[in-house]
């Protein structure tokens, strides 16, 4: 690290140091409050008098507001919330004395290095206006960050990207120095900022590994490679590689990132909703057997095209098995349609809406393990569960009671079209699968997750009926895994019934039967 930017950090560090404290003392974790205030209660002390060297009245003012938070301390008991209160009301002190040791803003090539309130210093590519870390305290920013994924079975954290290193020595700190951190990157200038100007030189030089390479397709597969001789990875995608990517490459790196990618924001839901569901539901799915005939099934999703197909689903109620996505339930009966199963795969509590106000509830749910708890608790009609791969808990949970998990995918379309192979279906035909936005629209009429975008941006591939439509990276991944499902059931005759939806591989398309 360059000389200057070792001066401003090592006072800079405190910023985000304190707010722990403060976090700390808000959730009375009592040991850590003491441990982190221990660490850091000197280095405050000489920060205040090197400021008042600076600003005598800032630094006397900053020194005030310390003691009177060291004396919430040394009262028995100890006050933890007003030392919070105080250490807050510090903060604001600490942005404009950090400013006391000089700000830096230059521009090298297509890069930014500026300072934030904080200190850190934020990069920014300048031909896209886009700034890789906050502008106000980037190590905090990354503390935020590295707490939600961070996971003890991880050995490894594999980053395709960096910026300027604070999220990957945040990692590092939190798993008490265990880590080794693997950098993957097609730029040599920005890992050579993220060495002078970022804290990445931070890591010893025996646990950070750095590979460059600018081809970017032998860069994913490196990435990507399982390296069994590095334990457990825990993989993450930083922001400032991904716009260096062409569209084939970012398509790649999505689709790795939301099959592969670390522990997400939904991981403490998940947690939630497996202990829930396997507290409310008794039965797994592979004791459902529905009263229809089986050999033929109509999977039922929410795309725009399932508004042209109503009555052609209508006539095969009681005669084939139908499953419908939580999505069009309430849909589909109000259009005089009962399914025979409901499938429910998303963990987030906003997809219960699909249920609210349904007063129909003699259809069976089929629910994911790590679903939202909402529909396994509140709805009132048959219940199963099916043990999905979602996370490693429920994997574990199901292998204990020697019952086999399913490979349901990332979308609630392949859980559907999953049941139906499951029942020994011969023939799945396919209602509302567009995957795409016909039109610019999400979802058919009357669902909850309907929107309408610009298709302006999107990506163009083949329709089923001929000619393109506009399709997301995130349908794209969808539409892969389906045609991978697809391809591992040849046994299987897939009809597709849409008309203006994407086109998939191994399916056909119901004019041409």
Not at 36 to 64: A, H
Not at 100 to 127: A, C, M
Not at 236 to 259: P, Q, S, W
């Amino acid at each position: 690290m360059v000389d200057f930017v070792a001066e401003i950090y090592n006072f800079a560090q405190l910023i985000p140091a304190v707010k722990e404290v403060v976090e700390n003392c808000y959730a009375e974790e009592t040991l850590k409050v003491k441990a982190n205030w221990t660490s850091i209660q000197e280095l405050l002390v000489e920060f205040c008098k090197e400021v008042t060297k600076k600003n005598c009245e800032l630094g006397n003012e900053m020194y005030c507001i310390l003691q009177t938070a060291c004396s919430h301390t040394q009262k028995e008991p100890a006050n933890y919330n007003l030392m919070a209160d105080d250490l807050n009301s510090l903060i604001p002190h600490m942005y404009r004395a950090i400013n006391q040791f000089g700000q830096v803003d230059v521009s090298e090539d297509d890069y930014r290095i500026f300072s934030s309130k904080s200190g850190f210093f934020t990069l920014e590519k300048i031909s896209s206006n886009r700034v890789f870390h906050s502008a106000e305290d980037p190590m905090w920013e990354a503390y935020i960050c590295a707490k939600r994924i961070y996971c003890p079975k991880y050995s490894t954290f594999s980053f395709i990207g960096c910026g300027l290193g604070y999220l990957p020595w945040q990692l590092f700190c939190l798993s008490d120095s265990s880590v080794d951190i693997h950098i993957f990157h097609n730029d040599p200038v920005i890992v050579q900022y993220a060495l002078d100007y970022g804290v990445l030189g931070w890591i010893p030089e025996d646990k950070l590994h750095i590979h460059i390479e600018e081809d970017q397709f032998k860069l994913l597969d490196s990435y990507s490679d399982p390296h069994p001789e590095w334990g457990k990875i825990g993989y993450r995608c930083c922001n400032d590689i991904f716009e260096t990517l062409n569209e084939k490459a970012k398509d790649i790196l999505v689709g790795f990132d939301a099959l592969n990618g670390t522990e997400t924001i939904f991981k403490d839901i998940v947690d939630i909703n497996l202990a829930r569901n396997i507290r409310n539901i008794s039965e797994t799915f592979y004791s459902f057997k529905p009263k229809t005939d089986c050999s033929e099934c109509l999977v039922v999703v929410a795309g725009p095209s399932l508004d042209n197909n109503l009555d052609l689903i209508r006539e095969n109620v009681g005669k084939k098995t139908i499953i419908c996505a939580s999505t069009v339930l309430k849909k589909l009966l109000s259009n005089g349609i009962k399914p025979d199963c409901v499938t429910v795969l998303d963990p987030q509590t906003r997809t219960y809406g699909h249920f609210e106000g349904l007063t129909d509830e003699s259809v069976p749910i089929l629910l994911s393990s790590t679903a939202n708890w909402r529909f396994g608790e509140l709805y009132k009609g048959k219940k199963y569960i099916v043990p999905g791969c979602s996370s490693e808990e429920s994997i574990a949970y199901f292998k204990a009671r020697n019952i086999a998990s399913v490979d349901i995918g990332t979308t609630v379309s392949s859980l559907a079209i999953r049941i139906a192979l499951t029942l020994g279906a011969k023939q799945i035909d396919l209602f509302g699968l567009d995957l795409s936005y016909p039109g610019g629209k999400s979802h058919a009429s009357g669902t909850m997750d309907l929107t309408t975008k610009s298709t302006e941006g999107m990506i163009e591939i083949p329709c089923v009926s001929g000619g393109t439509v506009y399709t997301t990276r995130q349908f794209m991944i969808y539409i892969t895994e389906i045609e991978e499902m697809i391809a591992k059931n040849k046994q299987v005759r897939f009809v597709d019934y849409s008309d203006i939806g994407a086109k998939f591989k191994g399916v056909i398309w119901h004019k041409n039967l």
